[in-house]
């Protein structure tokens, strides 16, 4: 637990020996408050990879000065844009403040970003209407806000190598597959979550080599 009221877990997992995904847990200014990025750039060479690792430095930079997440969101977009030769990356970054034990975030094209309501035992997916970094620098991204989570509550962020991956005989591991796992583990910690889903996703592959990158990010409220 890296801030009272919430537990923070990730991964990422490369098809290659580079890849594309991006994920980022990191004390943005202020007290109590913590970062979770997770982006995924269009292809898996040493292209996408140069393009995470500036996305990466840039969002770290610009998270460290003051503003709304939309602003940032906008300033990593017009330094990207140039740089991506008809590229984009999907990126979905949220702020965590423990005190409120509330949510702020940008998704910029990424999705499914999956919430989890322990009150109601339901899953649905987190809003989000912009479009992926790279496309437009002009774009004008939205901050979107959710304030006070139930003790229990998970944020799941993916990418699509998560649910997209295969078994020998060709079958999708699928999105209804990752919420029984996460169900299933809803009483661990953050960490324990996503060990069951990794652990879940390989055992479903059964040696068959990973299609793409994996990047999964859980944010469990506690």
């Keep these: 637990m890296l801030i009272p009221g919430f537990d923070f877990a990730g991964t990422s997992q ?36 140069r393009l995470m690792g500036v996305a990466s430095r840039l969002l770290r930079a610009r998270a460290a000065i003051p503003g709304g997440l939309a602003a940032l969101m906008e300033d990593v977009n017009r330094e990207l844009a140039p740089m991506q030769a008809g590229r984009f990356m999907t990126l979905f970054l949220a702020v965590m403040v423990g005190e409120t034990r509330s949510i702020h975030w940008v998704s910029a094209g990424h999705a499914p970003v999956i919430a989890y309501d322990p009150v109601e035992d339901r899953f649905g997916e987190v809003p989000g209407s912009d479009i992926p970094l790279g496309i437009d620098p002009d774009w004008h991204y939205h901050e979107a806000k959710h304030i006070g989570w ?19 005989s060709g079958e999708m591991y699928g999105k209804e597959r990752l919420l029984r796992v996460v169900r299933g583990a809803r009483q661990l910690d953050a960490a324990a979550i996503v060990h069951a889903v990794n652990t879940d996703v390989a055992a479903f592959r059964q040696g068959r080599p990973p299609g793409d990158d994996a990047t999964l990010v859980v944010v469990k409220a506690v």
Excluded: C
Aim: net charge negative; glycine share 16%.
């Design 14 to 49: 490369a098809r290659y020996q580079m890849g594309g995904d991006y994920h980022d847990i990191f004390v943005p200014p202020g007290k109590g408050s913590m970062a979770v990025a997770v982006g995924d750039v269009a292809g898996h060479d040493v292209m996408a990879a």
């Design 150 to 168: 139930s003790t229990g509550a998970l944020l799941v962020v993916g990418t699509d190598g998560i649910w997209e991956a295969r078994n020998p």
